[in-house]
Nanobody
Framework: VQLQASGGGLVQAGGSLRLSCEAS????????VGWFRQAPGKDREFVAA????????VYADSAKGRITISRDNTKNTIYLQMNSLEPEDTAVYYC?????????????????WGKGTQVTVSS
């Protein structure tokens, strides 16, 4: 079971980044996927999640209107498009595979986690 996040980097406030999470076929099979982030000195927090077929999405309040989650099941890849980035978005971003096909914001709903990718937003 493997999940690999990529696409992080340094961006100025107001800029955009698109993160990708590539999963092994086994990880991807029939599973919802979520993105979480952890800023220095803070707990890991939920950002967004998408159901197996992509028809249902869930967002944290801080993400609504600025961040879009999507997936391409033909490529076993999940995306996180982040626009209007703010310094408060600086964190390590992780993708995770859920236990079921339904999108969820709850940590307990995820059983596989990938290594994160660093996003730094400068003011």
């Amino acid at each position: 079971v493997q999940l690999q996040a990529s696409g992080g980097g340094l961006v100025q406030a107001g800029g955009s980044l698109r993160l990708s999470c590539e999963a092994s076929a086994r990880t991807f099979s029939n599973n919802a996927v979520g993105w979480f982030r952890q800023a220095p000195g803070k707990d890991r927090e939920f950002v967004a999640a998408i159901s197996w077929r992509g028809g249902s999405t869930v967002y944290a309040d801080s993400a609504k209107g600025r961040i879009t989650i999507s997936r391409d099941n033909t490529k076993n890849t999940i995306y996180l498009q982040m626009n209007s980035l703010e310094p408060e978005d600086t964190a390590v971003y992780y993708c995770a595979a859920a236990r079921s096909s339904s999108a969820t914001r709850y940590f307990s709903g995820y059983n596989y986690w990938g290594k994160g990718t660093q996003v730094t937003v400068s003011s």
